[in-house]
């Protein structure tokens, strides 16, 4: 992987424009997601944006208590600079931060990442049966 490339928390650094682009138009999670929705999650979440010199490439956020429990979510490398390393590089520095050690639980949902998630121990819901969901997957398409 190049040296040029880093990751920051720095909410100040975070290109809401690109994060919104792709969330809206690329990520099948969050398709049409409103602008203003896409900025409240980043309001109240820890953010981790990947950089390659000052040009952001990717991007992921926890929501957490930072007690008992953290979820995350919005995982993504834009296209062009896949295939680097960088999911790996991402999700070390997510689990390494130091906000986020001890955590009695850690949860995410994904379509197509399975792999490398288990890299880093995540596994299948041990017992499903006492998980339940509201799921409304068609939120962002009522706006339109």
Not at 85 to 97: C, V, Y
Request: aromatic share 12%; charged share 25%; with cysteine.
């Amino acid at each position: 992987m190049e040296n040029k490339y880093s990751i920051s928390t720095e909410k100040q650094l975070l290109d809401i424009e690109m994060i919104h682009d792709f969330l809206s138009t690329k990520a099948y999670w969050s398709l049409k997601i409103p602008k203003e929705t896409v900025i409240r999650s980043i309001e109240h979440s820890l953010c981790f944006g990947v950089y390659k010199d000052s040009e952001q490439v990717g991007f992921a956020r926890v929501i957490t208590d930072y007690s008992t429990i953290a979820y995350l979510g919005d995982v993504f490398i834009l296209e062009a600079h896949r295939e680097k390393g960088l999911s790996k590089l991402l999700l070390q520095a997510i689990m390494n931060h130091a906000k986020l050690q001890g955590l009695r639980r850690w949860i995410l949902l994904t379509g197509d990442a399975h792999g490398l998630y288990k890299k880093f121990g995540w596994t299948a819901l041990a017992d499903s049966t006492v998980w339940l969901e509201l799921n409304d997957r068609n939120v962002y398409q009522k706006n339109d």
